[in-house]
């Protein structure tokens, strides 16, 4: 029996040695077809080349398109200036946005499109004002929790209140 597993333990190995050199052989897909790619890339406009209105097509609806020269602040292409087209918001020179950036090998296109505005700015505002908000509202709850307990302290304790601050005292060097 257990030679018979050694018989077909070899074979299946000389079978897998036999047909890795076949399989080596044979070129990947992507070698054979080379592949697209689209990297989204935050760009800055330097200039408006030219701007007008069109109509979308199929609709009564008109729309901005522009041709923009940027320079591309992000990934593979940082520091690149190159031209992008727009037909989704009106962009000024100095705006910064994130640019969409589509290269086709088989079809020949490499073009640049603009995708969304950057908001990071107003973002790191507003997260700034909502921890100032937290901590603000965190502050007053906890002094008036502190000003609340004292008076109460002294009013239904039989200690007197410099009792009662020596005690609060004590207590803020042992939570420290």
Known sequence: MSNVLTVRIAALVLITLAWAPIAHGQESVEEVLPHNTVTTERAKVLSVKSA?????????????YQTLRVQILSGPGKGEIVTAENDYLELEPGDVFFLTHTVNVREGLDAYSVLEPDRLPALGWLLSCFVFVVLMVAAGQGFMASWLSRRVFCLSSTYSCRDLRRATTLSWFLLE
């Open 52 to 64: 007008d209105v069109r109509a979308i097509p199929g609709t009564d609806t008109e729309t901005i």
